[in-house]
């Protein structure tokens, strides 16, 4: 395991008051959520732009449970703890925060992210974490897609290739 993981890597209960510090520093920080599974040039170019917008970048990283519930059984291809070990060794990542639920409502009702960003390919106005995120005034912020770079695609390739379709 990297040891940059044991200082991004923290759990909630942790991480509110690491939070509530850089706020009053003024600091802002922006949140970001997804499940990260087979990490690849599209999550990079999203989760650079993400910390653009602000002064810190938490994730909060799907739990194994959760991205099966969320993708299926065989999902996720990478277990939650290598995720978090790739995902730490990111400059651009300050701390990651591990959840079980389908959804970040929780994660973002403790921290209050002053920007929650999403990928391309979602929009705003369907985003059901959206009110929660702007009842306290913060803000959504849509990152546009890098195209044809996906986990689902990468994995349709990878099957092509296996059977020789290509």
Do not use: W
């Amino acid at each position: 395991m990297l040891s940059i993981l044991k200082n991004k890597l923290l759990s909630l209960s942790d991480l509110v008051p690491v939070v509530q510090n850089r706020k009053a520093e003024g600091e802002k920080l922006v949140f970001t959520n997804g499940c990260f599974d087979l990490i690849h040039v599209g999550h990079l170019r999203y989760l650079e732009k993400a910390r653009q917008s602000g002064d810190f970048l938490i994730i909060g990283l799907n739990s194994d449970m959760s991205v099966r519930n969320l993708k299926g059984e065989g999902r996720p291809f990478v277990t939650e703890m290598e995720r978090a070990e790739v995902l730490s060794a990111l400059v651009f990542v300050d701390y990651i925060v591990i959840f079980s639920e389908a959804r970040p409502d929780r994660l973002i009702e403790s921290l209050k992210p002053h920007i929650h960003v999403k990928g391309g390919d979602y929009k705003k106005e369907d985003l059901p974490e959206r009110k929660i995120v702007e009842s306290y005034g913060g803000k959504v912020v849509i990152v546009e897609l890098v195209h044809g770079k996906s986990t689902t695609f990468m994995v349709e390739e990878i099957c092509k290739k296996v059977r020789g379709d290509m």
